[in-house]
């Protein structure tokens, strides 16, 4: 065999490149003690710069070495001029260049850079923002870069169309551009803001212009776009999506285009009942009220009163109750005036509480505030109508597309949420087929929007009689907004429970919830006002389950039949012991 070349064996190499590792891996280890032990001592000199920089270069992700190259850096600042700080960033900032090839996704390098530019006696943006461009290139969702380059373009001033022009750019090369197209997301705002929300009638209207000069730098916003531009995007984005209908970036963006802006923080309801002489606080999202600052005013006088949510567990609720002293509104033959100031929103809400009436309200509707459907223009109502004929269109040729079938029902729901709501429910049951496992996501979303829907006819029709029988209702949302409800029917539904949420129906007397599948009433919380409860056909197990109607010091009639409690021995006596009140239960 003379003349070939000898291969070593594979166990021969393995053991050489143990070796190699080993012996790396002690020289490593060596210099890290040597950096700990100089650290210990307070060494701060260029020795150990060095030293630092051969261990980060092999390593980005050592933040405890970065903390010390701080400290360093720091020091010398002391002892340098101007001029050598400034070449001694820009080697830093060559030398994080390096680190970057290494792992490009490096929290100690992208950080300690961020901090290295802000250190800088003249910085070069430009650089900076060239960094970034070359950086996106390679991976254009690298969320350490888009963080610094956020950065970079606030602390430099960078515009806002300038940045809106990158992010074009972007997508243009690549429709696939998730982190571009959430990043146009936060600039159009500013750029091109939208009117807002009509004013709440105890706060004063806000100036502005639907289409006002484009911000020096993106800063805090509503996301809010003036409509010119939400019709221009609809046309970008649909580009998109036809050439790749399966890519979710652009679908996602779309659906960021067809929400709403964020409801103005606001009191969206007073309540006010003579008997219980209490009154309830409805707001536009969740708050503690504990910390908000709130304070009842009654006929001119401040009231020392402990606010408490519906619920203990809901510490951020929409719905706040007080009790007042005995005796402050409880005379029919009185009137009142009641109210509700809240301090930090320098916002407040009056209501009347007229002779002779047991309950007095004052409220903006779901419809008045636009809550589950804005009111569109008759040039966006035309372009969201056109839309949805595209999204049906492309729906023929990409009939498995969830993300089709999910935008055409969210067009629907911005176009005409009552008018289309057979329709919604049929494309929902194809979702459901389409994209299994996501059926209990569908399920829930489907539940919330029949809800909406439900909501608005009640409202339209002005009753306070609520019906969501057979609706396959998975869940249950927007309860703050049946505040006023006093019967609700919820039967032959898929619930598995009552949330804590529930107990923000605080006029309600008459609940059923026959044929469902719940288990637990959590929600049944101090209902003062309930004395009917239909429960029949559901999976009520053992009587600590109904523990929780004992705060109902009202309710005198439960159906139970149905419920495997009923087969309990002696249960009869047993719920009479526990439920008093009750004078009529059904097993």
């Known amino acids: 065999m003379h003349g070939r070349v000898k291969l070593k064996s594979t166990a021969q190499q393995e053991e050489e490149k143990r070796k190699e590792r080993e012996k790396k891996l002690k020289i490593y280890l060596t210099s890290r003690d040597a950096c700990f032990t100089k650290r210990k001592e307070g060494v701060l000199d260029e020795e150990v710069l060095l030293l630092t920089q051969q261990l980060l270069s092999s390593n980005p992700d050592f933040a405890t070495l970065w903390n010390y190259r701080r400290e360093i850096l720091l020091h010398l600042e002391t002892v340098r ?12 900032l060559s030398f994080l260049e390096a680190c970057l090839k290494v792992n490009p996704k490096s929290y100690g390098s992208w950080h300690h850079r961020g901090w290295v530019s802000t250190r800088l006696p003249r910085p070069d943006w430009a650089r900076e923002l060239s960094l970034c461009e070359r950086c996106l290139s390679l991976d254009d969702r690298n969320f ?5 380059r956020r950065m970079v373009v606030r602390v430099s001033g960078v515009p806002v169309d300038q940045e809106l022009q990158f992010t074009d750019r972007l997508i243009g090369s690549n429709f696939s551009n998730y ?22 009638p105890q706060r004063e209207p806000p100036t502005s212009s639907a289409c006002s ?27 998109a999506f036809f050439t790749d209908p399966n890519d979710q970036s652009a679908w996602f963006y779309y659906r960021w285009l067809l929400g709403r802006a964020e409801r103005e923080e606001m009191i969206s309801c007073v309540y006010v009942s003579r008997e219980g002489e209490r009154v309830v606080v409805a707001f536009s999202r969740p708050v503690n009220a504990l910390s908000v600052g709130l304070l009842l005013v009654v006929d001119g006088q401040p009231q020392q009163v402990n606010w408490r949510s519906a619920h203990p567990r809901l510490r951020h609720s929409p719905m706040w109750i007080c009790d007042l002293p005995p005796g402050t509104i409880s005379d029919t033959s009185n009137e009142h005036n009641l109210t509700v100031h809240w301090t930090e929103r320098h916002t407040h809400r009056d209501c009347a509480l ?38 049906t269109q492309l729906l023929e040729l990409e009939p498995q597309n969830k993300w089709c079938l999910l935008t055409i029902i969210l067009l629907m729901r911005a176009l005409d949420p009552l008018g289309y709501e057979k329709e919604t429910l049929a494309y929902f049951q194809t979702l459901k087929e389409v994209d299994s496992m996501r059926t209990s996501y569908y399920s829930d979303l489907c539940s919330k ?101 004992t705060t109902c010091p009202r309710l005198a009639r439960l159906d139970l039949r149905g419920n495997p409690i009923t087969q309990i021995a002696n249960i009869q006596s047993q719920l009479a012991e526990l439920l008093p009140s009750i004078t009529e239960l059904l097993l």
């Open 81 to 92: 001029s101007e001029d050598e700080i400034q070449r001694l960033y820009e080697e830093e």
């Open 144 to 148: 350490h870069c888009w963080d610094y």
């Open 179 to 200: 982190s571009s197209w959430h990043y146009r997301s936060t600039l159009l705002p500013l750029l091109h803001p939208g009117s807002p929300e009509a004013a709440s």
């Open 213 to 239: 000069s484009p911000s020096t730098s993106p800063q805090t916003h509503s996301h809010r776009v003036c409509e010119e531009q939400l019709l221009k995007e609809y046309e970008l984005v649909q580009n």
């Open 354 to 391: 007229y002779t002779g009436r047991s309950e007095s309200w004052c409220r903006d509707s779901a419809t008045d505030l636009e809550l589950f459907r804005s009111e569109l223009s008759v040039e966006k109502s035309s372009v969201l109508q056109s839309e949805l004929q595209s999204c």
């Open 449 to 549: 929007f029949m809800i909406e829907n439900t909501i608005l006819k009640m409202e339209y029709a002005e009753v306070r009689v609520f019906s969501l029988c057979e609706k396959n209702l998975s869940t249950l949302c927007h309860l703050d907004q049946l505040l006023l409800v006093t019967h609700i029917n919820l039967s032959s539904n898929q619930l598995l429970g009552l949330p804590p949420q529930f107990a923000m129906l605080q006029c309600l007397e008459v609940l059923q919830a026959d044929d469902n599948a719940i288990e637990n009433l959590e929600g049944v919380y101090h209902l003062s006002k309930l004395e009917e409860v239909s429960l029949r056909n559901n999976n009520i197990t053992q009587l600590s389950d109904l523990k929780i109607l």
